[in-house]
Each structure stands twice: as C-alpha cells, then as structure tokens.
C-alpha cells in the first residue's frame, strides 16, 4: 500500500483568523487528512486559546471538499458514547462521510480531572476503554440501542439515520498495550501510535524504530489472536513524539528518509504537525509545504 501523508491542525486559532484558511490549505497542499487534538485543553497550550474538536471540525467540514477530517485522538476523559455518538453522525452527514475517527483509552492531564474526578488508575482506563468503544460501535450502526454496563448506559438511544459512511464512520484506534490492541484489531479499520514513550527524552532514533517494529508486531498478534488480517487495517504513525522528532521537519530530505524507514515498518500513514511558532511545534511553514507537495513523490 502507498504512503499516505496528513497533518494535524491544534484548534488554536480564531475561525475567522487564520483557522478557516489553514483547513483549506490542507486540501490544497494535497493531504489526505487534516486531524484535531479532542481535548478541552492540552499541555503548554492550556493558558492560550483552545477550540472544541467537532465544532472546529464540523466549520471545517463546510470550507473544504475533498479532505479527510478526524480527531486524533478522542478519549473516555470527558466523552460518553452516547452523546459522542450523536455528534459524529451530525458531523459525517456535514461532511459526506469524510470523517475518521480516532479514538483510545486517554491519559493524565487537564482532561483527567477537568469534570473534578480523581484521575483514573492504567487499569481504570483500559476497563474503561474496554466499554466505551463496543458501545459506539453499537450506536453508529444501530437505529436503536439500550445498554446497561459498569461505566456507561444507554436506554433506547436513537440514531436514526446513522453514518453516511456504511456501516459506520471509520475508527483509527490508538493503542499498543495487550488490551488495546485487542480492540483496535476488532474494532478498528485503523491503528494509531505516537511510538514508545518512555524513548522521548533519551532513546535514539534507531531505539524508536525498533519499538515500532515490536508494536506492529503486536498488533498482527492481535489480530491473528482475533481472526484478522493484520493487512486490513492501515497503521498511522502520529510524529512529534519520537527521538528524531526536532529534525523531522528540517528538509525534504529528512523527512523522506524519516518516512522511508516507517514505511518499512508497515505504516501506510505518517501525520505531521501544522507548525505552530515558539511551541513544540514550530517549524519552517515553506519548508513544511515543500515536504507536503513533493515527500511522497521521492519515495515512490
């Protein structure tokens, strides 16, 4: 399969200055999709402006044609099935079934005690997780759906007339522990990882590459444990949070060589970051748009 090339676009900036406009420049670079954080606010950004994923996306969904838009990633933090549910059917019938969702079990941070809960344990979160996506599943392919678990219910919650996409709007599940991986091979028609965290501050770029290639490896486990052919699912590699992640953007270059080696590994999907300045994500927005229009074109 060919190398897919997206970005992720933080919801940072007033619509009407400058977020229309990079939405549609997205699709005039040629990405095949514009993702957003799903989060009420996240790290460094939290003192700054911060805009809510599915509205954003939704606005997004009216300015541009052809993009894939999605949400990289959504969590259990502060969602229920039952009202996300709705506003992903609201957004893939806006957008003619454009949208993919991403989706994992979450993590610490503002949205873990936002809605003034204790944040939850590792266990708590996969048990969680473990609830939370069967039961979407069910409510974007079900007129009608009554649930009664230890998390989550619903009682005849209607959906009618469900995803434009059939039989429901794609899931991009984002896991690599026994559990979610699980998951993502039953439930997903596509895998998301950020690579091995604990390589962030010291590992190397060789280090990260071997971490992944255990995670794919996981992940055909996964799936073979469930009946699946690994090869149905596309593997999305969200960059930003590797070892080599300072020089990524430097060149056409480097990110041909970065997106070669990936590509080794089996992933069908490299996102980048929308530069933002003076952040983590700054980067060259010419060069960012040189990588854009012609990185894929050197690795056929």
Not at 135 to 153: I, P
Not at 159 to 180: E, I, K, S
Request: proline residues 6%; hydrophobic residues 40%.
């Amino acid at each position: 399969m060919s190398l897919r090339l997206s970005t992720v676009i933080l919801p940072v900036h007033r619509w009407h200055e400058g977020g229309r406009e990079r939405w549609q420049r997205a699709e005039e670079l040629g990405f095949h999709a514009a993702y957003t954080y799903d989060h009420l606010s996240w790290r460094s950004f939290r003192d700054g402006p911060w805009f809510g994923a599915l509205p954003t996306l939704t606005a997004a969904a009216t300015a541009t044609e052809r993009l894939r838009l999605g949400t990289l990633v959504t969590s259990p933090n502060f969602r229920h099935p039952v009202t996300l549910a709705k506003e992903l059917i609201s957004l893939d019938d806006v957008s003619g079934g454009r949208v993919t969702l991403g989706i994992g079990a979450g993590g610490n941070g503002f949205d873990a005690t936002v809605l003034g809960q204790e944040p939850w344990t590792p266990r708590e979160r996969a048990d969680r997780f473990g609830e939370f996506l069967p039961l979407l599943d069910r409510l974007l392919t079900e007129d009608a759906v009554s649930h009664t678990g230890t998390h989550y219910s619903a009682d005849e919650a209607r959906n009618v007339p469900g995803c434009v996409q059939r039989p429901r709007l794609p899931f991009a599940v984002a896991a690599t522990g026994p559990r979610g991986l699980k998951l993502a091979a039953r439930y997903g028609q596509a895998w998301v990882t950020t690579g091995d965290p604990k390589l962030y501050e010291d590992g190397t770029p060789e280090q990260s590459v071997e971490a992944l290639r255990g995670q794919v490896e996981k992940l055909g486990k996964a799936c073979a444990d469930t009946g699946r052919d690994v090869a149905e699912l596309d593997k999305v590699l969200l960059t930003g949070f590797t070892p080599d992640r300072n020089g990524l953007l430097g060149s056409v270059e480097a990110f041909v060589d970065f997106a070669g080696r990936h590509q080794e590994l089996g992933f069908t999907e490299i996102v980048v970051h929308w530069p933002i300045p003076d952040s983590d994500f700054a980067a060259d927005q010419a060069v960012f748009e040189e990588i854009a229009t012609e990185a894929l074109g050197r690795l056929a």
